[in-house]
């Protein structure tokens, strides 16, 4: 009975897993790789404005850009608090 | 103008001469020898004049398949290297007129091939076939990189497993960057029971991930290996598997083709029985 009410089938397992796992192989890009990008990020935009390093997250996934084959250009996505918009002493 | 357009329909078969197809996989074992041998195989049926190369250098095995191994006299590295003319490596067989195959090497490797090399015996064969059809080793080294140098147009094959689909993506986006336009993908060894128990992705679950279009379904069957066995490709027979391999060549030719419905097999009663061995 209990097979009756199966979370999820074998094939469904399979689609998410192979979804995730084409992503980051077509974006060949460790997680050591997304840090230093993160981190190069945060020290360009901190030229120009006051962000919060520590709470910026970024991801890459495949909504979005539709170039490419089908819709399954993935894209990088960053999502950045910014504390002050204020321009830092960029002049000087 | 109408004029100018039938003088060009007329000389057009001329100047595109052949179409080169590499049958590719990036994993090993997922039916690409199978998927070239019967897919020349039944062009040649058609009349067509077909030239399959085996470029899978160390690791021969087309010539098996197709059941031509005890006339090997040269191979591709031969040509390559200037050991015999082109068309003294080309097996003739004689089952079906107009088919040939060039057999690898068996005690050389990939390095004994160049990219360049590949295109050159290929340009060379051009002039002769109608398709020539390039067996692919597993991989995406340099026995990958020759079979694909001098290609027009790719079949990637892949069963609906996570392994063979990751590699197959692996390949495509390798095709990609190599400037390959048109890639089908051929899926294979897929089992319509296991499909509807939702414990093997479908077609159109693999065609979704890899987003290229689809060639052609191989349903899982007995008869390949019968047909391995035998050394005979079993494209065109009654099986299965050898519909569905015919329906691959139509539509390689360009031709729209209904796909098979592997239920139809499938009696009532298993049916019935299906349903409580699900639950």
Same mark, same amino acid.
């Given at each position: 009975?209990?097979?009756?009410?199966?979370?999820?089938?074998?094939?469904?397992?399979?689609?998410?897993?192979?979804?995730?796992?084409?992503?980051?192989?077509?974006?060949?890009?460790?997680?050591?790789?997304?840090?230093?990008?993160?981190?190069?990020?945060? #020290?360009?935009? $901190?030229? %120009?404005?006051? *962000?919060?390093?520590?709470?910026?997250?970024? +991801?890459?996934?495949? =909504?979005?850009?539709?170039?490419?084959?089908?819709? #399954?250009?993935? $894209?990088? %996505?960053?999502? *950045?608090?910014?504390?002050?918009?204020?321009? +830092?002493?960029?002049? =000087? | 103008?109408?004029?100018?357009?039938?003088?060009?329909?007329?000389?057009?078969?001329?100047?595109?001469?052949?179409?080169?197809?590499?049958?590719?996989?990036?994993?090993?074992?997922?039916?690409?020898?199978?998927?070239?041998?019967?897919?020349?195989?039944?062009?040649?049926?058609?009349?067509?004049?077909?030239?399959?190369?085996?470029?899978?250098?160390?690791?021969?095995?087309?010539?098996?398949?197709?059941?031509?191994?005890?006339?090997?006299?040269?191979?591709?590295?031969?040509?390559?290297?200037?050991?015999?003319?082109?068309?003294?490596?080309?097996?003739?067989?004689?089952?079906?007129?107009?088919?040939?195959?060039?057999?690898?090497?068996?005690?050389?490797?990939?390095?004994?091939?160049?990219?360049?090399?590949?295109?050159?015996?290929?340009?060379?064969?051009?002039?002769?076939?109608?398709?020539?059809?390039?067996?692919?080793?597993?991989?995406?080294?340099?026995?990958?990189?020759?079979?694909?140098?001098?290609?027009?147009?790719?079949?990637?094959?892949?069963?609906?497993?996570?392994?063979?689909?990751?590699?197959?993506?692996?390949?495509?986006?390798?095709?990609?960057?190599?400037?390959?336009?048109?890639?089908?993908?051929?899926?294979?060894?897929?089992?319509?029971?296991?499909?509807?128990?939702?414990?093997?992705?479908?077609?159109?679950?693999?065609?979704?991930?890899?987003?290229?279009?689809?060639?052609?379904?191989?349903?899982?069957?007995?008869?390949?290996?019968?047909?391995?066995?035998?050394?005979?490709?079993?494209?065109?027979?009654?099986?299965?598997?050898?519909?569905?391999?015919?329906?691959?060549?139509?539509?390689?030719?360009?031709?729209?083709?209904?796909?098979?419905?592997?239920?139809?097999?499938?009696?009532?009663?298993?049916?019935?029985?299906?349903?409580?061995?699900?639950?």
């Amino acid at each position: 009975m209990r097979h009756f009410f199966r979370r999820k089938s074998s094939c469904q397992i399979a689609k998410d897993r192979l979804k995730i796992l084409l992503i980051s192989d077509r974006v060949n890009c460790s997680p050591e790789i997304m840090e230093l990008i993160k981190t190069d990020i945060a #020290k360009v935009l $901190s030229k %120009y404005m006051k *962000i919060d390093s520590e709470n910026m997250e970024i +991801q890459i996934n495949t =909504k979005g850009s539709k170039s490419g084959r089908g819709s #399954k250009m993935p $894209s990088l %996505y960053a999502n *950045i608090p910014i504390v002050d918009v204020t321009a +830092q002493d960029v002049a =000087k | 103008m109408e004029e100018k357009r039938s003088m060009e329909k007329q000389f057009s078969p001329e100047k595109k001469g052949s179409e080169v197809i590499v049958v590719t996989s990036g994993k090993g074992g997922v039916g690409k020898t199978t998927t070239t041998a019967n897919v020349g195989t039944g062009l040649a049926k058609l009349g067509k004049k077909v030239c399959l190369i085996d470029t899978d250098i160390g690791l021969r095995n087309l010539d098996v398949v197709m059941g031509l191994e005890n006339r090997i006299v040269y191979n591709l590295v031969d040509v390559v290297e200037g050991n015999c003319r082109v068309k003294q490596a080309l097996i003739r067989d004689k089952r079906h007129p107009g088919l040939y195959l060039m057999p690898s090497a068996q005690t050389r490797d990939k390095t004994a091939v160049s990219p360049g090399q590949m295109v050159k015996v290929i340009d060379h064969l051009r002039e002769q076939f109608d398709y020539i059809i390039l067996d692919c080793p597993a991989g995406i080294e340099q026995g990958f990189q020759n079979a694909i140098a001098g290609a027009d147009r790719a079949l990637v094959v892949t069963t609906p497993e996570v392994s063979a689909i990751r590699d197959a993506d692996r390949i495509i986006g390798l095709l990609e960057a190599n400037g390959f336009k048109q890639m089908d993908l051929v899926i294979n060894r897929l089992r319509m029971d296991m499909v509807r128990r939702g414990d093997m992705m479908s077609a159109n679950d693999v065609v979704d991930i890899l987003a290229i279009p689809m060639i052609g379904v191989i349903p899982d069957d007995e008869s390949v290996v019968v047909s391995t066995n035998q050394g005979e490709p079993l494209v065109g027979s009654a099986s299965p598997a050898g519909q569905a391999y015919a329906n691959v060549v139509q539509r390689v030719e360009g031709k729209e083709v209904p796909y098979l419905n592997f239920d139809r097999g499938i009696s009532f009663w298993t049916r019935v029985t299906g349903i409580f061995h699900k639950a």
